[in-house]
C-alpha cells in the first residue's frame, strides 16, 4: 500500500508544481495588459509623438505649425538634412561648428587654421591639419575654420555627405 501512497504523493506534487508554475507565468508575462497604458509602459515613438503633441496643445504649447522668422540676406539651411556635395580639386569646404561630414569618394586631407583638428567619430581620434580623411567615417567640426580639401594631385571631384551648415573657398 505504500507504493500507491508515494505514486499519488508523487503526481499530486507533480501536478501542483505545473499549476503553480503556469499562475507566476501568466502574471509575469504581462497577461491582461493593455499595450500604451500606465500598465504596459513599452510605447512606439508615434505614440510618444502624439501625447507629446496633445499635451502642447493643451497647455497652451503654441500652434502644430510654427513659423520662424527668416533673414532675407541669408538663406536658411536645415540643420538636419544631409546634401551630398561634389567638392573639386583646388577648393576647400569649411564647415560651420558642429557640421559632421562623411566622405563618400575621393581622396580628401583635414583642412584647418588651427593647431587643434577634427573629430573622427567613428577611430574616436582627431584628425589634425594634412592628415587623410578616412572614407565612410564620421567626422565633427567642433568650430568654425576647419574643414576638408582634395587630396594634392587627385583630378576628380570629392563627395563628401554634410549635414550642418558650410562653405565652399
Known amino acids: 500500500m505504500s507504493k500507491y501512497w508515494k505514486v499519488a504523493l508523487a ?5 501542483a508544481g505545473i499549476w503553480i508554475g503556469a499562475s507566476f507565468n501568466n502574471t509575469a508575462t504581462g497577461a491582461g495588459t493593455t499595450p500604451g497604458t500606465t500598465d504596459d509602459p513599452v510605447v512606439t515613438k508615434s ?9 502642447m496643445n493643451g497647455s497652451g504649447g503654441g500652434s502644430t505649425n510654427p513659423t520662424t522668422p527668416t533673414n532675407p540676406t541669408q538663406p ?17 569646404l569649411i564647415a560651420d561648428a558642429g557640421t559632421e561630414f562623411i566622405v563618400r569618394s575621393g581622396n580628401a586631407v583635414i583642412y584647418t587654421e588651427v593647431a587643434s583638428g577634427v573629430a573622427d567619430l567613428t577611430d574616436g581620434k582627431d584628425l589634425l591639419n594634412g592628415e587623410t580623411a578616412p572614407k565612410n ?7 568654425e575654420g576647419r574643414g576638408i580639401q582634395v587630396k594634392e594631385g587627385q583630378t576628380s571631384n570629392l563627395i563628401v555627405m554634410v549635414r550642418g551648415g558650410y562653405t565652399i573657398k
Open 11 to 15: 503526481t499530486l506534487t507533480i501536478g
Open 76 to 92: 536658411s539651411q536645415d540643420t538636419d538634412e544631409v546634401k551630398n556635395v561634389a567638392l573639386k580639386p583646388g577648393k576647400i
Open 47 to 55: 505614440y510618444v509623438d502624439q501625447q507629446i503633441q496633445q499635451a
Open 137 to 143: 567615417h564620421l567626422l565633427s567640426f567642433p568650430r
